[in-house]
């Protein structure tokens, strides 16, 4: 109980926390003073920093996204003519082995080594977009590829796609790739949260896809935080982000024409 608390505490000295006990107090301070519209407005804000910061409806939001592609066996997986691994898993770095840093979103670059491992497909094509860095434009299918030579993936097995502003860029560049080459089926290997968005911008491109999802954030795959309310925290709010990235871009895809329901 002692332990509970302190950390109940601690999180007050967080950011977020900090904020939301400042409204707390402020609300209560404008309806002793007979505010009370003012009061309940303030009110409104504490109780949503609450709902999203301390509570399960964030993780709820984001298992929608998710739960569709768990389960998935990677030895049941069929044979494909390339593995495309979508960008967004690193970035370039001065002080890290080989350069790269590995983004929350890192699993990608696991789970698409391990399908070349396994022989799924003889080629390994590579997304993202760059950046700069002690001015010198960075691309990530480059710095991706140099860790995963050093992994044992041919350099010859990789193709990058150079610099990619979204989803739909890589798509086509794997469109214009599977034409010339010939290629029938994909492997895309993607967040499971992302995986709806990114698998129907490819489908739109006429491309056979076989979904890999990874890189799960809530209870589907990985273990559960912490139970009840306390003070809000910053992962309530970086899970509702992700939720509301993946529904507001399925909104803006769709209406751009770039994927088909």
């Not at 601690?10 to 950011?15: A, S, V």
């Not at 890192?106 to 396994?118: C, E, P, Q, S, Y």
């Amino acid at each position: 109980m002692r332990e509970e608390l302190l950390h109940q505490l601690l999180y007050l000295l967080e950011p977020i926390g900090f904020v939301w006990f400042c409204l707390l107090v402020l609300a209560a301070a404008l309806w002793w003073k007979g505010q009370r519209r003012f009061a309940l407005a303030t009110g409104y804000v504490v109780l949503f920093m609450t709902v999203v910061g301390s509570s399960p409806v964030p993780g709820w939001l984001l298992r929608s996204l998710e739960r569709p592609y768990a389960g998935v066996q990677l030895e049941a997986l069929p044979a494909a003519d390339a593995i495309v691994l979508l960008g967004g898993g690193a970035s370039a770095s001065r002080y890290e082995v080989q350069g790269v840093h590995l983004t929350p979103a890192g699993d990608r670059i696991i789970m698409a080594h391990a399908l070349f491992k396994m022989g799924k497909a003889p080629v390994l094509v590579l997304g993202g977009n760059a950046s700069q860095l002690d001015n010198t434009l960075r691309l990530e299918s480059e710095i991706v590829r140099n860790l995963l030579v050093t992994l044992g993936v041919p350099a010859e097995a990789m193709i990058s796609l150079g610099r990619n502003a979204d989803t739909y860029g890589e798509a086509q560049k794997v469109r214009a790739l599977a034409t010339e080459r010939g290629w029938r089926r994909i492997l895309l290997v993607t967040s499971a949260n992302h995986m709806r968005r990114a698998s129907a911008t490819f489908k739109a491109q006429d491309i056979e896809v076989i979904p890999v999802p990874c890189n799960f954030f809530t209870s589907v795959s990985t273990p559960s935080g912490s139970q009840g309310i306390s003070v809000p925290r910053y992962q309530g709010f970086a899970t509702m982000a992700t939720w509301l990235h993946e529904e507001i871009g399925w909104f803006m895809y769709r209406r751009r024409g770039w994927i088909r329901e």
